[in-house]
């Protein structure tokens, strides 16, 4: 028996051999350990500071120091949720699937034939490459949002390359 997820999981993925297959995921640059050491290192100051004015007879001031450690605390939690956002994208020879899933868990999927589908940019001359397309048949989706410009270029050339790989069709080796 299986669950629903690992049913759509079978789904998205193909008995066809990949020729391009990428994950995108947010960066986050603070991983758990990190957070657990600014909010510890955030709450211990917020508290000394606060016993400062505490023993100066302003305590209501003790109260927001507190406060202030709670509102970094919720604002990092929803950062943290904002990062289970993912982006996959698989280039098989007879198709090109994106599925995207959000914060939420929602998940979206786009199939498209290879043959059809175009790349398309928005390039910014200070900036660089500001966002990438996928256009079919008068369907338009943006990809690789959590990239950079630069990553966003290596993205373009693999993703360029896989779609040329698919055009071209399979190959024969009759040696395997």
């Known amino acids: 028996m299986s669950t629903g997820n690992q049913i759509e999981r079978e789904r998205f993925e193909s008995k066809e051999p990949q020729i391009f297959s990428a994950r995108l995921t947010p960066h986050r640059s603070l991983n758990r350990t990190g957070f657990l050491a600014v909010m510890l290192f955030l709450s211990v100051v917020s508290f ?7 023993m100066m007879g302003a305590w209501p001031v003790f109260g927001f120091f507190g406060l202030d ?8 939690k929803v950062n943290f949720r904002a990062a289970r956002a993912s982006e996959e994208i698989v280039v098989t020879p007879s198709e090109l ?18 043959l059809w589908v175009r790349l398309d940019m928005e390039i910014d001359e200070e900036f ?3 966002h990438l397309y996928l256009i079919s048949r008068g369907h338009q989706i943006q990809i690789a ?32």
Request: charged share 20%.
């Open 97 to 114: 699937r994106v599925r995207r899933v959000s914060q939420r868990g929602q998940v979206v999927e786009w199939i498209f034939n290879p």
């Open 145 to 176: 949002r959590f990239l950079g410009p630069d990553e966003k270029a290596s993205f373009y050339k693999g993703l360029v390359e896989a779609l040329n790989a698919a055009r071209r069709g399979p190959t024969y080796n009759p040696v395997t």
């Open 69 to 76: 450690v709670l509102v970094i605390w919720w604002a990092f």
């Open 48 to 54: 000394a500071t606060g016993l400062v004015f505490l």
């Open 128 to 130: 660089g490459i500001e």
